[in-house]
């Protein structure tokens, strides 16, 4: 609501009511120039109720009236200076409002049509009679109070009707009235202000002059409105043209305004409404910004601002509707979900800022791929579905899947650097894949998560051995859940043979989980399934446990200076209780931290590197030593290896294996031996198969070696047969190679 302070009293001094109208005490003037008859008169007048002022002559008179104000003067004619009727010019000229009584020596008749003629309200002639003087001087003053009243009513009247003008005028709403034709017989300021219409030009127009053409139907009730009362129009929305006040040329409509009318009939008599109808009165409210608020509201309800696609809300809104239709013709739909791939680690590594502006290059790509009645939604994250209404054949969708991996192929430009990623695509077709919302998602979501395990960036639909798959799944969880209660769990280990020596110096404890049903599986199997199901602290913790339980029984059959390697997920490490849970332990099975070694990877540090590095320092502490695992294949910066101690470096299996053919050149092998020599940290290769791989790693000064070719991951008890049988080897001085 606008406030605004305004002195109406102040625009226009007419309505400024007069505070010298008042006849408490009226005052009089007595005017003439011989002095006995001025004492006379003004004794004659004496205790009458009167204020009384004299001037002897013209002059005197004129200075008088022009300080001071009389209801009443008593003027002689004949006077030297200046005649009476010259006194009369001055006071009419000047407009000042008083009642003239003219006393007169003159016998003549002119004298007489000179003071009528100059509006005097009574002429006298000297001598007069006193009684006939006191009653004119009454007469003139009830003329006088008379006259006061009226113009002091018309001031009122003035101003109220000032009053009303302004409040109609400053009114927030159109205020208008229309004939019984419909036409605009007053309309109120606001329309200027608001639809930049002259209201001038308004008056006598038809109200269809300022209403959208689509809702004139409506507009014709409102306009027309006859009811007065509870049954009259009330709140109704119409859209009004704007009119463009700076252009040259004739633009007449702009924009729309959403106003919202009342209206009632306008009748000559408020009490027999029916009998007299003279047209419409109306108030009309601009809620233009309201709607606008209410549509933005809506808009963001329904729509992702990140990325301006709609959102799950309206993409469950547009799939049901768009399987109404599909069951109506007996159409096909696709539903495809799209997941980024690695992009988390694109995220955390080069912050949120860039990692949205990824996803909403993604989405401008992915749009660009579909047609105008298809949907691209995105549900959060990294995750987007489009919905392909009016499939034609199942292989349509293929189409689009392979537009949108093509669109996603291009190298990405974020703040002038190139960024690649690819998506996994899964597709279920209704009403092969799915009957309904709910089974579609779930079963595309099905089919990209394959697509994603079976090496990412690509597509591939829903088939019925995907949803074995996650049934397979789903009962996996529940076992999971009861595998460490039932002992069902057990640490393999596999040793890190120094080639140069030819003995066992370290061994990597690797989980194993001997599964009643499916058998020995290995970590890839559950260990992804744990972290979702927040089972990792409890497994790290049995981790913990079974291997310094496993290192005090070693270290009872003489193996010391044996080194244990455990892998670490950056979930435990972010936690205080571990290292509490790690040192107790260690304290309790009375093994040397220094025996133990805790294998992180590079991209620990991407998510929270302080914290990350301040964990990783507090395990140096203890003594624990620090070896990093795949090292060359994650997302790490150089710097961050120097704020934390290293001890190992491991070269990734994935590197190992390229040592293919004598005689070739491994440069990244190589590079990491050097980084490894170069800061001082120890080696360890993984993932060693073959001979010529041994050779290639021995000459370019890799010693350890870690790898099938010498040990597969083994339960402790054979652990301790091929420690034994080292030793006794080393005692009959046999070289070490392990036969099966
Ligand atoms: N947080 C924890 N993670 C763990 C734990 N135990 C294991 N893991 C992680 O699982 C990854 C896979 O382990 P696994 O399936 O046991 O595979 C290891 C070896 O069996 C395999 N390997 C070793 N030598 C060879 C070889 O010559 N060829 C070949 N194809 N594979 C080989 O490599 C895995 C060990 O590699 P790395 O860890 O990189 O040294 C495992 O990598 C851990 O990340 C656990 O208790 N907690």
Redesign the pocket.
Known sequence: MRSQAINIYEQDPVFSPDPTWTLAEPRLLLVDDEPRLLASLKELLDGQGYHLTTARNGAEAVAELGESHFDVVLLDIGMPDMSGHDVMDVINARGITTEVIVLSGHTGIEAAIGAINRQAYGYLRKPYRTDELLALVRNALEKRRLHIENRNLFARLEQSEKMYRFLIDSSPDIIYTLDQSGRFTYINRRVTELLGFDRDALIGADYAALVHDDDLDRARYVFNERRVGERASRNVELRLKCNEPASSERHFETSLRTISFNSIGLYASDKAPSVEYLGTYGIARDVTEKRRAEELITYQAYHDILTDLPNRALFHDRLELALLQARRKEQQLALMFIDLDRFKIINDSLGHLKGDELLRQVATRLRSCIRKGDTLARLGGDEFVALLPDLEKRTDATVVAEKFLEALGAPFVIDGSELHISASIGIAVFPEDGENDDELVRHADMAMYAVKSDGKNGFGFYDRSLLDAAHEKVLLEQELRRALQRGELE??Y?PQVDTAAGNVVAV?????WNHPRLGLL???RF?PLAEEMGL?VM??DW?VDA?CADMQRLQRDGYRDLRF?????PT?LGRDEFFRKLWRTLEERKVAAEQLEV?I?ENICIRNPDLAIRQLNRLTELGVRIAI??FGTGYSSLAYLQRFEVDTL?I??SF??EIGQEGGHFPVVLAVISIARGLGMDL?A????TERQVRYLQQAGCRVM????????MPVRQLQSVLAGQASARQADVPLQEAG
């Open positions: 640490m393999y596999q990597e404890a690797l989980m194993r290995t970590p890839g260990l990792m497994l790290s981790m291997v390697c455990i892998n670490l997920s435990c294998e990877t695992d795949d491991k990734d299996q190992v294996r360890v993984e993932g060693v198969e870690q790898g099938f070719l010498f040990h597969r991951p």
